[in-house]
């Protein structure tokens, strides 16, 4: 990584022009005499999977973007209302619909001129004015054309020119047809009438689209067909509750409130103090609430009448409580209505995000969508009567199969055979190194390492770059001896293409696959840094100072225990059911080591991480089990500590030193030297997390992250301290000669 792949990665920078290298910055030359045929580098480091909730198997692969552009380009649109085919609609039928559904109000005619583009756009609204027009909508917001907003060139603008302003009706039908074509002729077959009174006088709007419309439904206006109206992280396609993730978290009325206690005790938002955080309401003040509401404080919430239950949840109007609120030393009593208990503590979490309210949020299925993350327009287009929600929960074995037989037709050839090919292709690698189970839509947070690794080097082989020079770290982590030949067979096919794959390893079975095998050695830190041997697997299981060759001939090996520890006690879980469980009840023996094995993807990190792990730190705090029906044993627990590949530190700039609090003692010896007092220097001085003493250029990190387009980001030494974190007074302090950087 230190010299081949930053070599690589240096050259590169160095070959684009003098204009783009000064943005870039310099990369410093590997420790290094020379570095000979070396190419383009790309590393495949062993990252932990994305936890992005809008990233899926299809998305990474780049398979969801060939669907996104077979729908827009090849896909028929269909209206979502009665999925009738959309045909192009005339001016008298969009007349006529709103003359029998509108008749009697008050509409504004919109041409839009510009829909959801970056610009500035001065010109187009100095050429609307001189034409004549008088006002516009820009971003929803009603403007004079003589008084131009100035726009923001790199955000995406609406604009639309007001037309007409009328009353819809049928005495003035010449009017109304003369402003809906004109509308039409400027927005290019589509038109939208606002109707201020509508919304409780907010106004809502209606669109028409002359080129793609239902003639049952003219006010249904399908865009046109573009790849953004099928991603879920457009604001085009996203489905607009959700938001695109498919999901919505809100709050569960029965973790709110326990109805099997009095109404004192029965709002858990409540907290250790009696009162609900960021809101000024307390058990006294729920007690007034009952009792306005004519409700008794003995018996149990769900003893009440459902009425009264309901109030007391949800709010009345009718009822009120008093409050008082603190004002520098005064005392303020106010009145407010009686808003109910979810509705008060959904204002606190939308205002704060309180984070121990986390704990009463549920994730359901949106019911918009049903999950498919997109919104209905999207979803009515179809191709071969499918949509692409469908495509997108199929599995990668059935997706092999369909689109293995799947025949374009004479007029689609030229447009879908290439995207066809490609998307088969991509399929074709996930099918061969054992992902057929994986459904397209599955979500990149729920797959294991295993599965994630195989899917990244997908998009690698999907790429089809020859030449390159493929660098990675470890890749057999974790892996099932099944799981790791599948991944051979991926590196196998990575280096056919023609690339060079550079593999930093010490599984046994990876290393006796190499072409080539180079061991480094004799020992770890000081005493390595020597080439023990290379050539061969075969050439280097015969050297006799190499170390690796020792359990490549079998000559050392690890030993087994002769003895395994006994157990009595046990932790378990009942029904667990987090991703491809399927509903199975474990036992784990405590005080022993336990290993839960498997190969990838068959739900060992569901069941140990999301199951197991999830339902004790419930059960610590006094919640239900996660994930399962019940969790047997966790009495024999009183601390759970989760050890993962997940990179420690919170920054950067964290270091083995902070991260043990080594580092702490060391800042206080040298904010106790002479000159730092002089100076009035404390600890906080020596720290670079903190401004102050470190390197503002860098910010304490002693290398600055340049984002790099469609190559890993590039780590350049800060220029201002050459790497060493602090500025130049903090450096100035020494203790016994060193300073705070030594």
Known sequence: YDTIYKEGQRRFMESLSSYARQFLGDMARPQVDSVDGVSPTLSIDQ???????????????????????????????????????????????????????????RALVLGPLIKHRKGEYRKELGELLRDGWVRARVDDVFIELSEPPTLARYEKHTIEVVVDRLRVDLGDRSRLTEAIETAVRIGEGSVTLHFPDREDGHGADLTFSTDRGCPNHPEVAIPELEPRLFSFNAPQGACQKCNGLGIIAQFDESLVVDSSRRVVDCYNAFNSEGR???????????????????????????????????????????????????????????????????????????????????????????EDCGGDRLNDI????????RNITWFS?????????????????????????????EIRERISFLHEVGLEYLTLDRSAASLSGGEAQRIRLAAQVGSALQGVTY?????????????????????RRLRDRG?????????????????????????????GGFIMASGTPKQVARSKKSLTAQYLRGEKRIELPERRRAWKKKIGVRGATANNLKGIDVDFPLEVLTVVTGVSGSGKSSLVFMALEASVRAALDGGPPVMCDKLVGSTHIDKIVRISQTPIGRTPRSNPATYTKAFDPIRDMFSQTSESKARGYKRGRFSFNVAGGRCEE???????TVE?????????????????????????????????HD
Not at 340 to 363: H, I
Not at 483 to 490: F, I, K, M, Y
């Open 393 to 421: 929960r199929m599995t990668v074995a059935e997706a092999h199969d369909f689109f293995g037989e799947l025949k374009l037709r004479k007029s689609e050839r030229e447009v879908g055979k290439q995207l066809v090919d």
């Open 698 to 704: 860098c910010q304490g990190a002693g290398v600055k």
């Open 378 to 385: 999207a979803r009515a287009v179809v191709f071969r009567e």
């Open 471 to 491: 660098v990675l770290d470890e890749p057999s982590i974790g892996l099932h001896p099944r799981d790791n030949r599948r991944l051979l067979g991926a590196l």
């Open 276 to 366: 609900l955080p960021f809101a000024h309401f307390d058990k006294p003040a729920l007690k007034r609430v009952a009792s306005q509401l004519g409700a008794s404080l003995k018996e149990k919430v769900s003893d009440w009448p459902d009425d009264l239950r309901r109030r007391l949840i949800y709010g009345d109007p009718d009822v009120t409580y008093t409050i008082k609120i603190d004002r520098h030393g005064r005392k303020d009593v106010r009145e407010r209505p009686w808003r109910g208990l979810m509705p008060m503590v959904r204002n606190v979490w939308k205002y704060t995000s309180f984070p121990p309210l986390e704990r009463f949020r549920v994730k359901r299925t949106c």
């Open 499 to 527: 690339n060079s794959v550079l593999v930093v390893e010490h599984d046994a079975e990876t290393i006796e696959a190499a072409d080539f095998v180079v061991d480094v050695g004799p020992g770890a830190g000081r005493e």
């Open 47 to 105: 990252k932990t999977v994305n936890r992005n909730p809008r990233s899926t198997v299809g998305t990474i692969t780049e398979i969801y973007d060939h669907l996104r552009l077979l729908l827009a380009r090849l896909g028929t649109p269909r209206c979502p209302v009665c999925q009738t085919e959309i045909s192009k609609l005339s001016s008298e039928k969009v007349i006529d619909r709103l003359l029998e559904d509108c008749a009697g109000e």
């Open 708 to 740: 790099m387009q469609f190559l890993p980001s590039v780590m350049v030494q800060c220029e201002v301290c050459s790497g060493r974190r602090f500025n130049a007074e903090t450096l100035e302090i020494t203790w016994r000669g060193k300073t705070i």
